[in-house]
């Protein structure tokens, strides 16, 4: 057991958890005698500067150097004259605030105050009297309905939502597609050559072409072997050699 113990410590590169595992450093300066720092030496000059010799880098926005214009000036002077504490508009409470609101007040009165229940529901203190003051509560049918009715035209907001969603994203995707497959241009959509003369004469058929071809032939082949006959059975119409075929 001990000699294994003994292997296990003298393996190279072991770690064990009980030593530190700090690499040794031998910079070899035991024989350097290190330089005396500039603070301490009395050879130095007596005012020695720390500073940066670079200039600062300068601020990527520079100050407004003009003054405020006059129009702009009069304009927040009486926006602060109209909003002391800053934009905060009224808002509309529902009725579980309401009485949420008449919780508070009947629980402790002297911590929530008007004062403190307007600066936390962001009313405003007479409205706080008012709904502190009012002791109607509609019935329990009437609160269903009214719960009833906030929850579908929640419903019906969230599916609107939804829809829009989904119309936007079918459409993105069809453009896509689009984009990926661009549609072949339609007969009705091709340019068209203009032409003086009819289609007909134009445009022949493969078997006029065929037919043209072959008179051709016919003539150049009698020509060539001296046969009147040929010459004589082909008939080429001169309108025919002519066209464009």
Known sequence: MSLRIHRMLSIPGRRLYSQQHIPPRNWQLAGHVPPTSLLFD???????????????SPPNKCPAVAPTPEQWR???????????????????????????????????????SCAVLADKFKISPEAVRRILRSKWEPSREKRGRLAERERRSREEWIAKRRQEEKD??????????????????SRSSRVKPRTSSSSSDVYPSRRAKFKILCDIFRLVRGIY?????????AKVDKRRLTCHC
């Open 42 to 56: 009395d050879d130095a000059a007596p005012v020695i500067d720390l500073s940066e010799d670079e200039p600062p």
């Open 74 to 112: 009069r304009h927040r002077e009486q926006i602060k004259k109209t909003f002391p504490d800053g934009w905060n508009p009224t808002r509309k409470v529902s009725r579980d605030a309401m009485d949420g609101l008449r919780s508070l007040h009947a629980f402790d009165k002297d911590t929530f």
């Open 225 to 233: 072997l001296h046969d009147p006959i040929v010459c004589a059975n």
């Open 168 to 185: 936007r994203a079918a459409q993105i995707l069809s453009e896509a597609r689009q984009d990926d497959n661009p549609r072949p241009h």
